[in-house]
């Protein structure tokens, strides 16, 4: 039920390969949960953490799901490596390919490098963010989340707020949302709403109160500082009066609706801090703690995709 060799985006997913992953995933969320924590799914396997850019939180979730799984991990110092002395993406490849990996996790600051990377090595190659492009886990585990809490991943009202232009946790969401058959709706300033987003297929509010009418979920998102270029708000106060999640804003959703953010959280720019840390309506620590089930179950299913392709030619797995 799941075919991928990759996972490069939700993109080339089937609606049945994520309910696939997902429902692995909550069994990982359950032996997460346990004494023991353990499982020997990636036993005798290398993984290979690359981050081109800076995520600790990312990082530290794709490190704790590979030991988790018994895999031999290994976490690259990209900041510090011959990428810096002029090494190109291709040289890497082929370096990493000499050290045989099985599983290797990128993170690159521009879209499409991952992608380049999969066709090079000779192992599986997950996605942890490439440029604007997608971050697929992320998407998983927001997924994750929802069906958790709300008992479905079908039909709901998701109102996804913020900063879309520059975030790829948006693309992806956007993309795995639709595919499971859920209202979308994008809420933000003009001047953060990636161009052509009429052509989503979603509906699109820059009134934060019309946007959130009736919702279900509502997921807020980092202003992407790192990625702007020009003055795309007047200020962070201005944002927060018109755009940032306070109770006033989300009284307009459903009484039930949850609340999410994938971090890092701008408290009293994006969403108001007490609300962030309400237990009955806030839910970003579980996204926190079903990052790793998901990174557990997305390695499981892509390892044992790997050694039935290895034994089919004969490799010794």
Do not use: W
Request: charge should be negative; aromatic fraction near 4%; charged fraction near 25%.
């Amino acid at each position: 039920m799941f075919t991928q060799k990759h996972l490069l985006g939700i993109e080339p997913l089937h609606p049945t390969e994520i309910t696939t992953l997902l429902d692995l995933s909550d069994r990982y969320a359950e032996l997460g949960r346990g004494v023991v924590k353990h499982s020997d799914a990636l036993a005798g396997l290398t993984q290979i953490n690359m981050f081109f850019e800076n995520s600790t939180r990312t990082q530290a979730s794709f490190e704790l799901a590979g030991k988790r799984l018994g895999a031999d991990v290994m976490n690259m110092a990209m900041q510090a490596s011959s990428i810096k002395k002029g090494e190109t993406l291709i040289d890497t490849a082929l370096t990493l390919n000499a050290m045989h990996p099985d599983l290797l996790v990128v993170r690159h600051p521009h879209s499409g490098a991952v992608d380049l990377l999969a066709q090079k090595v000779n192992c599986a190659v997950l996605n942890a963010g490439d440029g604007r492009h997608e971050h697929p886990t992320q998407a998983l585990l927001d997924a994750l989340t929802i069906r958790r809490a709300k008992g479905r991943l079908h039909r709901l009202t998701i109102a996804i707020c913020g900063d879309i232009a520059h975030s790829r946790v948006a693309r992806s969401n956007l993309i795995l949302l639709g595919k499971m058959e859920n209202r979308v709706r994008l809420v933000g300033p003009p001047t953060l709403m990636p161009s052509g987003v009429s052509e989503f297929g979603v509906e699109v509010y820059d009134d934060m109160r019309e946007g959130l009418a009736g919702a279900d979920v509502v997921m807020m998102l980092r202003l992407q500082r790192e990625r702007m270029d020009g003055g795309f708000i007047p200020s962070e106060r201005e944002y927060y009066h018109r755009y940032g999640l306070d109770a006033e804003k989300l009284s307009h959703a459903k009484d039930d609706a949850i609340v999410m953010h994938p971090g890092p959280m701008n408290r009293g720019v994006e969403i108001d801090g007490t609300l962030a840390d309400d237990i009955n309506r806030s839910v970003i620590q579980e996204q926190v703690e079903m990052g790793v089930a998901v990174r557990m179950a997305a390695m499981d299913l892509l390892a044992r995709n790997l050694r039935e392709s290895r034994a089919s030619a004969g490799v010794m797995v």
